[in-house]
């Protein structure tokens, strides 16, 4: 078989499973209501919660940046590409997340890898909840240290693991708000368990920065945990910040061993001093965001009885990420046709990013949604359950 039969091979058979990956040209900026195809669709699928992707304030920030700062940051945070811009935000990351130190680093992906792989290696074990992102996922499996997976949030399978351990250092690792489902980690329970056996917490709050806690601190703020309890806290900067990027928050010395000791944050290009700029001005926004955030609880509510009058079940989630559990993958994509047909824009989400038999259409809302379009949603999940029922 030659090169490119192979990858036709390869790609009929994730076609037969209905798991084929496209992607759809969006015309408009991030908002509601995004065009795609020539038509507009409500848009169920951002993760931009708060709406600033498209903030004016943020918007003029990072034009006024690219004018003084040019567009690239030019070389690494090592070399020279280390700008004002973005040592000030790292400043106000420390601050508003309350830790000694942030650091930034171009990606949640990147951040993910390059922070478990300058902590462990071999003789250490990393315990991961089972449905963690997969960028967690792949850092803890990238690590040579031992790697193991506990049951979804289920801390008496996370005890039965770290007492199990003999090794050296124990890393625990877990979504602060899990992408797919949108519940929270028990972090509570798992703070415990890492005092009493010795382990130390990581935690990505990726979608609990800015939906939930005091002025959006997350899930860890919610829960009253401190940098002790907490050693490793991430965030994403392309959610509910609304621009792109990610960071740690730490201590001094957590963060003094990323600069020596993180591959993905040497060995890579700083980001645009203007996004860097564009995401000071969003973090000010975000944290007195408290009405956006009362706002899209209300939509969350609506959606929730909504679905309740309908019949359709729902995830124990009371973030913005609302899941609908269809079942099959083909179910799924039938169900995101339907939807679509009218005029709501939610993705089908498939295995292998979620297990097997759970295929979801991931329903996200934003403060800047109106309950008429919440209301337009929940007519659209009639039609699409009747049609699925008809057929
Ligand atoms: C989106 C996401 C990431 C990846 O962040 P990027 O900045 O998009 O690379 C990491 N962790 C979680 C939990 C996420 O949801």
């Not at 908002?31 to 020539?38: K, L």
């Not at 693991?161 to 003999?166: D, E, G, I, P, V």
């Amino acid at each position: 078989m030659n090169f490119e039969q192979f990858l036709a091979q390869k790609l009929d058979e994730r076609k037969a499973q209905h798991r084929y990956r496209t992607r759809k040209v969006v015309e408009s900026p991030q908002d509601t209501v995004i065009r795609e195809g020539g038509r507009e669709l409500l848009n169920f699928c951002s993760n931009d919660y708060l709406g600033l992707a498209s903030h004016p304030d943020v918007i003029a920030a990072m034009q006024q940046a690219a004018g003084n700062w040019g567009v690239g940051s030019g070389a690494s945070h090592l070399v020279n590409g280390h700008s004002e811009e973005h040592h000030k935000l790292e400043e106000e990351l420390a601050a508003f997340t309350g830790r000694e130190r942030a650091l930034l680093f171009s990606s949640g992906y990147m951040a993910n890898l390059g922070v478990i792989n300058a902590l462990v290696g071999k003789g250490d074990l990393v315990l991961q909840d089972k449905i963690n992102h997969a960028s967690l996922i792949d850092g803890g499996l990238l690590s040579s240290a031992d790697f193991s997976r506990y049951r979804h949030n289920d801390m008496e399978h996370l005890e039965k693991r770290l007492k199990a351990s003999k090794h050296g250092r124990k890393l625990i690792v877990t979504d602060g708000v899990f992408s797919m489902d949108g519940d929270l980690a028990a972090l509570p329970e798992m703070v415990k368990l890492a005092e009493k056996y010795g382990a130390w917490i990581m935690v990505d709050d990726a979608h609990g920065f800015g939906s939930l806690g005091t002025g959006g601190r997350g899930s860890v703020d919610l829960f009253g945990l401190n940098q002790q309890q907490v050693p490793v806290l991430i965030g994403t900067l392309g959610k509910a910040f609304g621009t792109f990027g990610a960071f740690i928050a730490g201590s001094e010395a957590l963060v003094e061993s990323l600069i020596q000791f993180s591959r993905t944050y040497i060995y890579t290009t700083a980001l645009p001093p203007a996004v860097a700029a564009a995401t000071r001005t969003s973090l000010k926004l975000l944290q007195a965001a408290e009405g956006r955030r009362q706002k899209l609880k209300q939509l969350i509510e609506m959606f929730q009885e909504g679905c309740a009058n309908l019949g359709l079940e729902l995830m124990p989630s009371s973030s913005p990420i609302q899941p609908v559990v269809v079942g099959s993958d083909k179910q799924a994509l039938q169900m995101a046709n339907d939807l679509a047909q009218k005029g709501c824009w939610v993705s089908a989400i498939r295995p292998p990013t979620v297990p097997e038999g759970t295929a979801r259409l991931r329903v996200t809302f934003t403060a800047q949604h109106t309950p008429q379009q919440v209301e337009q949603l929940l007519d659209a999940f009639e039609y699409a359950l009747g049609s699925a029922n008809a057929s």
